[in-house]
């Protein structure tokens, strides 16, 4: 059964991790690669609900976690944005660049260790694109 999105996030989550262990182009780009990353959904005019929030984390290749953020948790990169912006994007409608510098999504974290690894962030979308999801909103 394919996951809806925003309800069951943490189970969209699983089938992310699951995704991006099984793909060889992600395991090359993320070699060497320690990050933390924290993507929240945030309520728009389609979707007035809370904010969801995810936390992914990626070593060395893999992805060793990904479901619901912890408040208090760390985290090196983060993307935060409504609704909307996220079904264009998971959709493959709007390209993660496009929605970071044209503000449609906001970004937190070091531009240049992110550029410095751009591989594995576009292979870590790729994997989020590939994962079917079905949008409550």
Excluded at 14 to 43: K, V, W, Y
């Amino acid at each position: 059964m394919t996951p809806t999105l925003p309800g069951e996030a943490d189970e969209w989550a699983d089938r992310l991790q699951a995704e991006l262990n099984d793909s060889e182009d992600f395991a090359d780009a993320a070699a060497g690669f320690d990050a933390t990353f924290r993507f929240a959904i945030l309520p728009d005019d389609r979707y007035d609900g809370d904010p969801v929030v995810l936390t992914v984390v990626v070593a060395d290749g893999a992805c060793v976690a990904a479901r619901g953020h912890d408040p208090d948790a760390d985290y090196d990169f983060g993307l935060a944005g409504p609704y909307a912006v996220w079904v264009d994007l998971l959709e493959d409608d709007l390209d993660i660049t496009e929605a970071v510098m044209g503000g449609s999504l906001e970004f937190e974290g070091s531009e240049m260790d992110l550029l410095s690894n751009r591989e594995a962030v576009t292979e870590l979308v790729r994997a989020a694109q590939d994962v079917e999801a079905d949008f409550e909103y």
